[in-house]
């Protein structure tokens, strides 16, 4: 059973950064892609960035163009999201999900088989 699981959320100031991590564990196929999602209240969940070992591509959503970076180890089956400049608006319950089928990056989630249970991130004074 693959299963995604999050970790580094926490509460921020703004400005601030932090560091979220994604490991998988379980039987993993290639080719594969890992994505963020993010969902904050009251509001539809939203692709976030993506990584694929496909064709190594990646996904950037605009909303976090410049703050935001993906990368992955793969001795470790562990993706990063590094956040930057964190804004209020990136508060949010951050997701992680991971896609074997296409394997290539999308930004919506029904592209994805796996899910995470998801790590909050708030940016609050």
């Known amino acids: 059973q693959v299963r995604p699981v999050e970790s580094g959320g926490g509460l921020v100031q703004p400005g601030g950064s932090l560091r979220l991590s994604c490991t998988i564990s379980?039987?993993?196929?290639?080719?594969?892609?890992i994505g963020w999602f993010r969902q904050a209240p009251g509001k539809e969940r939203e692709g976030v960035s993506c990584i694929s070992n496909k064709d190594g591509g990646t996904y950037i959503a605009d909303s976090v163009k410049g703050r935001f970076t993906i990368s992955r180890d793969y001795a470790k089956n562990t993706v990063y999201l590094q956040m930057n400049n964190l804004k209020p608006e990136d508060t949010a319950v951050y997701f992680c999900?991971?896609?074997?089928?296409?394997?290539?990056?999308?930004?919506?989630?029904?592209?994805?088989?796996?899910w995470g249970q998801g790590t909050q991130v708030t940016v609050s004074s």
């Open positions: 379980g039987f993993i196929r290639t080719p594969y892609a």
């Open positions: 999900t991971a896609d074997f089928a296409r394997g290539t990056c999308s930004d919506h989630q029904t592209d994805f088989e796996y």
